[in-house]
């Protein structure tokens, strides 16, 4: 997918401006941050299963090539085949010469966010082959030729009315209004792509070294589908995740579920190993598995390893009040909300992600949230301060810190300066007691008033005795 | 150099915490992490959760008496008296109580589907299904009603429970291993969740001895 980060700010204000957007994201509120809420204390010890989620894909990622090397062994044993690649534009060339070798014509994909980092769909078109998405959500982006604005709920920024449009445009319907019609219409049109597929595409949530399984977790069935029917499944994941058992996976799935969309277990985790025995009437003759790498492995061992603990839950964006009022088209690449503001400039480089690290507040919701324990608005500072160093900051913004880092230094001429600076905007503010703008921050105030201090400073009450 | 190498090049340069040795003793001691306290009661318990995931329950002291009883619950709503069961299922009273069960695996046509269970995990209130010859994962799938068939003494109460059973049963892990918890839904559309996506509309649970 091609990476638009760059265009983060102009986005922003076309996202706020965009009403159907904002009732949109709305829902995401209230159906994924209270469904988080009234299941997660289910977890008899929370903070344990935290912990013990974040050692088990530190385990891994401390040695990944241990780890990848034995989920490789035990899946080639069970017949599958293991390929690695380096970039996107390598997974779309294995899959495609997979897709040629078994004289694909047609495939049926279930979610894979690894996929999208590749822009793989439109690869294989390029390579003759037809590509149908079947989790709903994807179908609808498919259809409608968008990008998805969440991991977990792709479409999140689509309401009811359109989607009926699209489908009635689409398959030539009558027009269908219940959200229930709309559903049965979609698997109705799918069914026959599912049964007729010869290549299936999934991802793969977990890599299981001890038996060498791929582990997806889905709720519409599709998943189990796309990897039952056709005679190849191609599974499509990133290095980092393998986890070493199926207790370890078990530990992990207490809380995926629970922290994405507030169910205690999705309706499906299909746990698949190897192709079909000759006996069986079902299942792929042919199973790739492809582990992309795409800049993953130059965390490993750095200041930002602990972003590849990452088991791609969402809970982060979603209570996240940045992601809450702009979705997640305006990050400009796949991943949106917290995790995305830092992997995507770790993966589609700094340069092309300016706006991204800054474009949180800090308040430290998702860290709270997190499953696996991920620090992250300890990165984003991280990722603030390589700014810095690597001179991407304004002239404006550098001169501003420096300045402030010289007075923070110096607590006398500090005092003094925001002694005087709090009397000059109470004199500004007039009776409203409020400032229409603010020099050096006028992209702040262009937007709303900032109030005018009031009382004592903080130096001047403390000098007083006086404590809050 | 090709990719493999490349990728694991840059990998092994990153520290190694553990030995060989220790990670085969993890490996082979497979450990738990922090676990839901037992419920008292591991039946009820499932039931409870069962219920939660909008399956539909029916209980029996005869396993003879389910094809009877899967009848009823057909009649009572408007659904098919035919289907699909498991190969492994045959030898059940099927068409004494006026079902056509063919025993073979699901097309997109099947309506209902009868399977049996592995085994099933009160925790959640989840069914653990393998695919094989005897038991194709189709049935399970395809059609619009799933009907399992649930041996009250295979209830165990979590999820590393039922590892450790298919440890004891099987060498390893079938090709398809399938936790069901429910009928298949999706809330795609407005984060408003609608019961049958892709797989069954409805669950129905049949507890009955094996």
């Known amino acids: ?468 | 150099m090709n990719a493999r190498d490349k990728i694991l090049g840059r990998i092994a340069r990153t520290a190694c915490a553990e030995s060989g040795e220790e990670i085969a003793a993890y490996l082979a001691q497979h450990p738990r992490g922090p676990l839901p306290p037992p419920p008292e009661n591991l039946l009820a318990h499932f039931a409870e959760r069962a219920l939660k995931l909008s399956s539909d329950i029916l209980e029996t002291s005869e396993r003879a008496e389910v094809p009877a009883m899967l009848a009823r619950y057909l009649q009572q709503n408007s659904l098919p008296m035919r289907g699909v069961c498991w190969p492994s299922l045959t030898n059940l009273p099927w068409r004494q109580a006026g079902l056509d069960m063919q025993p073979r695996p699901a097309n997109g046509h099947d309506l209902v589907g009868v399977t049996g269970t592995f085994c099933a995990i009160a925790e959640t209130g989840t069914l653990l299904l393998l695919g094989g010859e005897q038991t194709p994962a189709t049935t399970s799938l395809l059609p619009e009603t799933h009907v399992a068939i649930v041996d009250p003494t295979r209830i165990v109460a979590t999820m590393e429970d039922a590892w450790d059973l298919l440890r004891r049963e099987f060498k390893q892990p079938p090709r398809s291993v399938n936790f069901i918890s429910g009928p298949s839904r999706t809330a795609d559309i407005e984060q408003t969740v609608t019961l049958g996506a892709h797989g069954p509309y409805r669950v129905l649970l049949i507890l009955a001895p094996a």
């Open chain 1, 1 to 468: 997918m091609q990476n638009n980060s760059a265009d983060f700010k102009r986005q922003v204000t076309i996202k706020l401006a965009d009403v159907r957007l904002q009732e949109a994201l709305s829902h995401l509120q209230t159906r994924f941050v209270e469904g988080r809420s009234a299941v997660i204390g289910e977890i008899h010890d929370l903070q344990k299963t935290r912990n013990a989620a974040a050692e088990i894909r530190d385990r891994v990622l401390n040695d990944l090539e241990h780890w990848l090397l034995y989920f490789e062994q035990q899946a080639t044993k069970r017949g599958a085949i293991v390929h690695w690649a380096e970039t996107g534009a390598d997974v779309n060339r294995i899959v495609a010469e997979i897709a040629v070798g078994h004289g694909v014509r047609s495939a049926v994909k279930s979610k894979s966010m690894v996929s999208e980092e590749c822009g793989l769909n439109e690869a294989l078109e390029r390579a003759g082959v037809e590509v149908m998405e079947t989790d709903l959500g994807e179908y609808i982006l498919q259809i409608a030729h968008e990008a998805p604005s969440h991991i977990v709920a792709p479409v999140v920024h689509k309401n009811k009315e359109e989607i009926s449009d699209l489908f009635a445009k689409t398959h030539r319907l009558p027009r269908k209004t219940g959200i229930a019609e709309l559903c049965r219409e979609a698997r109705e049109i799918l069914r026959p792509a599912f049964l007729n597929a010869d290549m299936g595409i999934s991802g793969a949530n977990f890599l299981i070294a001890e038996t060498g399984s791929t582990l997806i977790v889905t709720n519409e069935g599709n998943g189990r589908l796309v990897t039952t029917l056709p005679r190849v499944h191609v599974a499509i994941t990133g290095i980092e995740k393998v986890v070493p058992t199926l207790e370890d996976a078990s530990t992990l799935l207490r809380l995926l579920p629970r922290s994405a969309t507030g169910q205690s277990i999705t309706n499906y985790v299909s746990v698949l190993t190897g192709t079909k025995d000759k006996n069986d009437h079902e299942g792929p003759e042919h199973f790739h598995i492809i582990l992309l790498d795409n800049g993953r492995s130059r965390l490993l061992g750095g200041e930002m390893q602990d972003m590849l603990r990452c088991i791609r839950c969402g809970a982060c964006m979603n209570h996240c009040p940045v992601y809450q009022n702009i979705g997640g088209h305006a990050y400009g690449w796949v991943y949106p909300g917290p995790m995305g503001s830092i992997l995507t400039p770790l993966l589609g480089g700094m340069e092309n992600a300016p706006d991204l690290p800054n474009a949180s507040t800090l308040c430290g919701a998702c860290a709270v949230v997190c499953p696996v324990k991920i620090p992250l608005p300890d990165l984003l500072r991280k990722l603030r301060e390589k700014q810095m160093q690597l001179g991407m900051k304004s002239r404006q913004e550098t001169l501003l810190l420096r300045a402030w880092a010289w007075l923070a230094l110096h607590p006398g001429i500090y005092g003094m300066t925001t002694g005087i600076a709090v009397r000059l905007m109470r004199l500004l503010g007039g009776e409203k007691k409020l400032l229409h703008s603010l020099p050096g921050a006028r992209g702040w105030s262009g937007g709303r008033d900032f109030p005018a201090p009031q009382g004592m400073t903080f130096r001047e009450l403390y000098r007083q005795g006086k404590r809050l």
